[in-house]
């Protein structure tokens, strides 16, 4: 394991991967709509053997006093320990924790959802919409996954049907979200001198640092996140920013 | 453009900080920006149990980021929120940059980061605090770490946002660097603006760093100073 990380490292410092990538190549990317029909709206994203699936349930309930007339967004990220043998049974720890806050904080910034259609009655009853997420299995970058799921399992959901008492989850629903922007992730990691985006488990045992870095359709910027010990410089962050965009836009064209 | 405080765009709330407040503590310091106090504690370094949790070549550095019950308008619940554990995390990443952790291996060192007030910037005031208390203990250390939010507000760049600042701002963006080489150990940030308002907000969080690395170099030098 020792002589695979120097590996790395070594091939780093030339620009070069384990895996034959170029330094802004994402891994093969496979998007399946819809895997889960309870849900009412889902995405599986591979990102190489990285695989999560986001899934969407919606409810009826209380807006948040300070916003009486738009719905609830509430995203959630669960690291089964299926997924990993690094992951551990109990209560979401750190890293679950920071991923469902960054896809939240991409989604929520981004004003992708016209949360005003979503409101039933001001003050009393809203659209709530969960978005969990479930990684199937950890091979390195699971930011950018799980926030590609979640937009795409957005995208694919129906609202179902209320009738002022309770909502019909058998008959599937026919309106689609009131979705402005897509926002996705592109998390950039620092070996050694160089940039390399996509990271694999690998990759990201030896790194650095890594930097995500959330994008919406019109260029601009809705999440930053450092996420690794080693410090930027500012010409560094300033060149990991442009190769998000361009790469966020990649991203988004394999939406639907 | 007038602030709500009479502040200049480029101006930091008036700063206090205070090294020592925690007599128990291997180190502490009191941080005051505006109407946010937050109070570090240092312990360490010191060997860490149980044994198999010992990092064999470096001291694993651990954060805890709170806010006391009385900190906001509406009590915060006491415990770990998801807020607070991603807080924690972040701070343990801009503080680790800075400490000669492998100089201490099979070590912990662990920083308690209290707000006991908040009005915005309590993340950065927390680093700022933890940053002078890890330096009033004396752990070895490759820079001080300064930390400060900026934004932008109509089309004005603002720096060092106060609670009401935070509510309307178009984007948020809480930054810690180590100002001697100007290396961002914390970058984050929500809002939404395009990539040329990013730089520049980062950098007036940058300038604002400075300030404030400046007033913590004289608040040590206060400390160790010999009458």
Known sequence: MLIQKQYIVNLASKGERIDGRGSNDYRKIVIEKNPIRKAEGSARVKIGDTEVIAGVK??????????????????????????????????????????????DRGIRESEAIDMKKLCIEEGEKVWIINVDIQILNHAGNLIDASALAAIQALLCTKIPEYDGERVNYEKKG?????????????????????????????EEEVMGTKFVITS????NICALQKSGSEALSVE????????AIKKGNDLRGLLS | MKR????????IRPITIKVGVVKQADGSAMVTMGKTTAIAAVYGPRTRYPKWLQE????????????????TDERVRPGPSRRSQEISKVTRLALEPAIFLEEFPRATICVFIDVMEADAGTRTAGINAASMALGD??????????????????????????????EVTKCDMPVACMPRTNKITLLQMDGNLPPEDVKKVMNLALKGCKIIYEKQKEALREKWKIE
Do not use: C, H
């Open chain 1, 216 to 219: 919406r359709d019109d260029g």
């Open chain 1, 58 to 103: 919606m409810s009826v309930g209380q807006p948040f006093p300070d916003k009486p007339d738009e719905g609830v967004l509430i995203v959630g990220a669960e690291f089964s320990p299926l997924a990993s043998p690094d992951f551990e049974t109990g209560p979401p720890g750190e890293d679950a924790i920071e991923l469902a806050r960054v896809v």
């Open chain 2, 4 to 11: 709500l405080d009479n502040r200049k765009a480029d101006e």
């Open chain 1, 174 to 202: 026919t309106q689609k979200l009131p979705i402005n922007f897509r926002p996705v992730a592109v998390t950039i990691t620092k070996i050694g001198e160089n940039f390399f985006i996509d990271p694999s488990l690998e």
């Open chain 1, 236 to 243: 560094e962050i300033e060149k990991a920013l442009d190769i």
């Open chain 2, 56 to 71: 064999s070549d470096k001291a694993v550095l651990r954060t805890y980021y709170t806010m006391v019950p009385f900190s």
């Open chain 2, 137 to 166: 203990a004396g752990v070895p250390m490759r820079d001080l770490v300064a930390a400060v939010a900026a934004g932008k507000i109509g089309d004005e760049y603002v720096l060092d946002l106060e609670g009401k600042e935070e």
